[in-house]
């Protein structure tokens, strides 16, 4: 019998995405041409435009689940998708987990009845909060005996064992089992904690989330896997909702989209399925690549030509695996690769920023067509490459920067201003925050920008230093003081007049002065008369009046605030969960010390969405790690490799969560020796070298300095390459 179902391998650029829209337009035309001889045959008559294409069709209105590895690319398949239909058809785009949270909380009555849950809507968990309240809920248990024993703070350690039972849920594993793989897996390793101390604590967690109907990524995947899918009822409503599946790189799912994709085909469900031998970014994290390809067996397979023509990766692929794997070998690569050489990092981020700015005002490329990559960008490789390119006119776009919130100057003044307006937060504020704070907050208002170059414009480091303010830095640090009055539950501000030489201050300072203070005294006349409804509408009041203010903020700016009132509004909503169900008595203000400390903490929270600002694609070099380059699926005229000495560049530029080996399939519960690990790096560079140069097309920059950031010498993988470059570009060449 064979198969309607398509499996379509391919390596990167090969055109998977294409040919997977194309099979989806394939379905279309012949579910239309079938209905229409249905209908005509059901009714006597030729079907008209009036009558809904799919009105007879299985007696049900069929729907197509489209699945992407991230959001991203899931935002782009569907717009894709829907233009080539015209959006006709009923689709619905998402990512696995994504798929996974929206069934379980649409069919979360029925996961009531069957688990006797309270009766309650559920609320997911954002990872910061997440790791917080189960620290709180482990800490009488994680004594410092355990953490001796675990080598790792207690942050780290929480965030490990939260990471476990997520790995778990993505293999299809309940909880319980968690500790037999782990016993088996870690056998007598006595450098780790015990497997049943670590299973007790993750078994505690599940049921004191879900007795407050809070939900993790890790809960809601096993929920899905072991309770949902196994329901008969949601069976027959799942496959009635979904006579077709779309899955785009399928080597980044967990396990369990496996277990999805085989009950449709079993019910009759046509998919289509594209999967890349030299993806597997997600491996390590969740994802599991061997398992997934078992889909194959049940499909006809389409095996796609290679990477675009103009790629490097026909062309260089094979001698750079050779070069890396046999470093013995004599051999030199073509002059499309080059080599920046320096002895320090200092000098090589300097010279490959020059490199390319050299390069894009000679017209020799574009900025859009530039790409600089790293195994990790530390903060001080970005801001140096963001300063160099910038003040040569050259935008930079940071993929995916994940940087803490409290970070940004405008989220640490608005913080301040919130220990300045409620009581009992005076602990949380000192001077320098308190200059900083009247900094960000007197900036002047904008004119608005009318030209199409002002949507392009890409804001990269800290913007508030490029913004004119009434109160530079050197005056606020004057006022801070002078009129700052530290207390531990009223600190103040006092009038500008307080300090004898006010005068020094200028008209435009002391007139900024002065209204801020004006705006804090009636803040908080209102917070003690009860008229502020939360912290959050007391930040949004400030967003308004101090920094949005008519003007138009740069995308970071915005995407900063976003984050900050889309996590507080979180923190409050389950901070209101917990108080219901068990309420405590507190300070009236502690959730708020509580959130401030989280931040305070370097906290990275959840990308806001939109992640991504809307227009057409900047004008602007594009700044990534390995994994994020490789996940956003781009590709680039030139490519810049940074740190190509680095060791990073084996782990593929993120770190393998602890335990993930013992949960992929093929090899559950097995010991991960020092043997697996050493093959699994050479596949794991082997892959990135041939996904990376399928995505360049014309030259390969090698950037290497002998000395790393804290001064060790740089023996990485990618040395030999570096090694049989020709064309070399070193600081004797600049200077």
Known sequence: MVSHSVWIVGTSRSGKTARLVEQFCNWVTSEKQYTESFYTKKTGRKKTGHVPEFLYLKQTEPGVLVLAANDDNRRELGDIIVTSTLG????????????????????????????????????????????????????????????????????????????LLQLAAYSGIPCEDIAQILAKGLGENTTTLEPEFLASLLLDWRNWCLERGLLTYGIITELYSQHLLSDRNYQQHLTKRYQAVLADDVDDYPSVARLLFELLLDRGAVGAFSYNPDGAVRLGLGADPNYLEGLAERCRVEILNGPPSESLSEQLTKQMVELVTEPMVMLSLPKTVYSIQTTSRAQLLRQTAEEIANAIQSQQVQPEEVAIIAPGLDA??????????????????????????????????????????????????????????????????????????????????????????????????????????????????????????????????????????????????????????SPISLLDRAI??????????????????????????????????????????????????????????????????????????????????????????????????????????????????????????????????????????EQRLQRILTDLLSRVSERVYLCHSDLAVNGQEQLGPLLPLVNACVTVISEANVN
């Open 380 to 533: 001080i490789a970005r801001y140096t490459l963001v300063e160099i390119l910038v003040k040569q006119n050259i935008p930079v776009e940071s993929l995916n920067d994940q940087r803490p919130l409290i970070s940004s100057p405008i989220i640490r003044a608005l913080l301040t201003m919130l220990a300045l307006v409620y009581p009992g937060l005076g602990r949380l504020v000192d001077r320098d925050a308190v200059a900083e704070m009247l900094v960000v907050l007197s900036r002047k208002q904008q004119p608005p920008e009318n030209s199409t170059d002002a949507m392009n414009r890409v804001s990269t480091t800290d913007a508030m230093n490029r913004v004119s303010t009434n109160i530079d830095p050197v005056r606020a640090g004057l006022i801070a003081d002078y009129c700052f009055v530290p207390h531990p539950d009223r600190p103040n501000l006092l009038p500008v007049s307080v300090f004898e030489r006010w005068d020094r201050i200028g008209y435009a300072a002391t007139t900024a002065y002065s209204e801020i203070l004006e705006w804090l005294e009636q803040q908080r006349s209102q917070q003690e008369l009860r008229l502020i409804p």
């Open 544 to 681: 308004q009046r101090f920094l949005w203010n008519g003007s138009n903020l740069p995308y970071e700016q915005l995407a900063a605030l976003r984050e900050l009132l889309e996590t507080a509004q979180h923190y409050w909503e389950i901070d209101t969960r917990l108080r219901q169900i068990a309420p405590v008595e507190t300070t009236p203000h502690t959730t708020i010390i509580e959130f401030i400390q989280l931040l305070r903490r370097g906290t990275i929270t959840a990308n806001a969405y939109p992640v991504r600002p809307i227009g057409g694609a900047r004008k602007a070099v594009t700044l990534a790690t390995i994994f994020q380059y490789r996940s956003s699926r781009r590709s680039h005229q030139w490519h810049f490799w940074l740190d190509a000495g680095s060791p990073l560049w084996a782990k593929g530029g993120a770190a393998t969560l602890f335990g993930a080996p013992f949960f992929l399939r093929d090899r559950l519960g097995e010991p991960w020796t020092a043997e697996d690990e050493k093959l699994a790096e």
């Open 88 to 163: 006709k058809y009923p689709v619905r785009a998402k990512t696995p987990l994504g798929f996974f949270q929206d069934e379980v909380i649409l069919f979360w009555p029925l996961l009531i009845n069957s688990l006797n849950l309270k009766a309650q809507f559920p609320v997911r968990l954002r990872p910061e909060t997440e790791q917080e309240l189960a620290t709180k809920l482990w800490r009488p248990q994680l004594d410092e005996e355990i953490l001796r024993l675990a080598g790792v703070n207690e942050s780290r350690l929480v965030r490990r064992i939260l990471d």
